[in-house]
């Protein structure tokens, strides 16, 4: 689905997360953060390799099962059988093939498909700062991590480089259209730069230092999505960013995996390198001389690639100068409050969204919420749908006919919505099934099993691989309408998460990143011209406002 796509990368799949800042506020220093983030992540990678990396598990009854004794119990267990023995105690363990391409991983633009690379011998970090390319080992060769003052010394020595920025920026081809990128790749690498492209390619991962602090959190998403195209390659795996003021974030590639990995990469590199940090601000970095440790890239670029990159460029600026993003953070409760109605927290915010639409524009839209399927093996995501007949009536009730309910009727609207989606995420995130041959002639439901979006694009997959005619379904207007995702949301909570965000799917559509927390609810929208961001923000924070009133028995205000 990711690979056979054609459209740049950069807004149409890479997301961002952006750490907290570190609660000791003298280390939110720029060369101090980035040491200890950099060091966090070298020992999450050894953690991982070395096979010591304790399991991600789906705990449905923690107090049983996420115990230390349980724990020291299960590892007596064989491992063929040890599943078992978690699931006596409702303790799902969770796929995790996705992690081994956290690092030395790259997605190479390739004709029609591209494809994913991972050199997991490399030893060297990629550093890009001001469109520059550096690369220096942070593993020895006996696979042992660099002293962290070393490394220290060898970021402070990046930072002093004084050379002015690049007059042909490489990482804007990064931006480009695949087949566009493949094609202008593969000049590079004829014109004498394949040796280079790999030190990029197979680094354990990029990191990004910015010249510049971030004024807010509008800006903070602006940089942490897109950037201004210079400092970035979006095809790493991840590009961990630092700004000059210490604000960091992961931006990922979305081919590899998804954010239930990338979210456990990322709170355990927060808490190592704020509880463990491998250096302190007073800290001297190491005497020894980065002119000769850290190798500065250099690409040979012909006329045909210089005119590439600035087609890029022309390209990249135009597109984000259409992209609007704000946020807000409602105050008036969260997670506690919600679950004290017996309402699933999600399902309120899902519901603002419909009500916040309908508010804006008149009308329910299909609309996509991600769930992950790690509890399966090699499980990605499945769509949660939440637009429903149940939420379409409880927006209406609220936006156009308030006064006509009382509180308790639209408290009934709301536990019945919440009641459904809690139906469906269960669904989604259990959605096994078998399909062949016989599925995709028949297209009959019963073959679908419970989420069934992936297993139709699968099935579409393999029977336009097989060259079968496709069956009607997939070309009536209805299956298209529901494709065409005007609310692409997404929902990842951790104490470690300040904000996330990424780019509307569709041109006339939002992408809606948002948080449940336990007594507020953060959401982080973004927009094309056409839609209004701010707006659609504010229609969210009013039906917030309206169900929270509805839920304390208020009456609702039109």
């Known amino acids: 689905m990711y690979l056979t796509a054609r459209d740049p990368i950069v807004l149409n799949f890479n997301p961002f997360m952006s750490f907290n800042p570190d609660p000791k506020s003298e280390y939110n220093d720029q060369l101090t953060r980035a040491t200890n983030m950099t060091v966090s992540a070298v020992r999450f990678l050894k953690t991982l390799r070395a096979d010591l990396l304790e399991p991600e598990v789906f705990h449905l009854n923690p107090a049983k099962s996420d115990t230390d004794t349980f724990k020291r119990l299960i590892r007596f267990v064989p491992s063929s059988l040890s599943w078992y023995g978690a699931y ?32 997991d011998k490399a030893r060297h970090l990629l550093v890009l700062r001001k469109g520059h390319f550096y690369v220096f080992d942070v593993l020895d060769q006996d696979g042992n991590i ?37 094609e202008l790749r593969q000049k590079l690498v004829s014109g004498g730069n ?30 942490m999505l897109h950037g201004d195209g210079t400092n970035r390659w979006f095809d790493k795996s991840f590009n961990l960013i630092i700004a000059k003021d210490g604000t960091a974030a992961i931006h990922f ?28 601000p007073r800290s001297q970095p190491a005497n020894t001389d980065s002119s000769v440790a850290v190798q500065k890239l250099n690409f040979k670029l012909n006329d045909a690639l210089k005119t590439g990159i600035s087609a890029a460029k022309e390209k990249f600026d135009a597109t984000m100068k259409t992209l609007t993003i704000d946020y807000i953070q409602f105050q008036r409760g969260g997670k506690e409050f919600l679950k004290k109605q017996k309402l699933s927290p999600d399902s309120v915010a899902q519901l603002a969204f419909q009500m916040a639409l309908l508010q804006q524009y008149g009308q329910t839209v299909a609309t ?29 009730a609220f936006v156009r006919e308030p006064s006509k309910h009382s509180a308790g009727e639209l408290q009934h609207m709301i ?17 096994e099934t078998g399909f062949g041959e016989h599925a995709l002639r028949s297209c009959c439901p019963r073959h679908w099993g419970q989420g069934f979006d992936r297993h139709l694009f699968a099935l579409r997959y393999l029977g336009a ?17 529901i494709n065409h995702n005007i609310l692409s949301t997404s929902t990842l909570s951790s104490p470690a998460v300040n904000i996330g965000g990424f780019a509307p799917v569709v041109p006339d559509g939002f992408g809606i990143a948002y ?44």
């Open 88 to 119: 006596l105690v409702n303790a799902y363990p969770l796929d995790m093939s996705q992690y081994f391409r956290l690092f030395n991983s790259t997605r190479l633009p390739k004709p029609s498909r591209d494809e994913l690379f991972t050199d």
């Open 146 to 182: 660099v002293s962290a003052s070393e490394i220290q010394a060898h970021l402070k020595y990046i930072l002093s480089d004084s050379s002015l920025a690049p007059e042909f920026p490489l990482s804007y081809l990064t931006s480009e259209n695949r087949d566009i990128w493949a």
């Open 194 to 223: 394949e040796e280079t492209l790999r030190k990029v390619d197979s680094a354990v991962f990029c990191l990004c230092l910015d010249d510049f602090p971030i004024k807010d959190l509008v800006h903070l998403s602006h940089n």
């Open 253 to 280: 590639e979305h081919a590899w995996g998804d954010g239930v990995a990338v979210l456990r990469f990322f709170n355990e590199v927060f808490k190592d390198s704020t509880q463990a940090p491998a250096i302190t």
């Open 368 to 396: 996509y919420e991600s769930c992950s399927t790690a509890a399966f093996k090699h499980g990605r995501t499945e769509t949660i749908r939440p637009a429903s007949i149940f939420t379409k009536r409880c927006s209406e």
């Open 415 to 431: 536990a019945k919505c919440s009641t459904h989606h809690n139906q469906l995420t269960k669904e989604a995130a259990m959605g």
């Open 465 to 481: 691989a097989k060259g079968i005619d496709l069956p009607e379904l997939y070309l009536d207007p209805a299956y298209r309408q």
């Open 515 to 558: 948080a449940v927390h336990d007594n507020w609810i953060g959401c982080n929208v973004s927009a094309y011209q056409g839609r209004n961001a701010h707006e659609f923000l504010q229609c969210v924070e009013k039906a917030l406002e309206g169900m929270f009133d509805a839920l304390e028995g208020k009456a609702i205000k039109s």
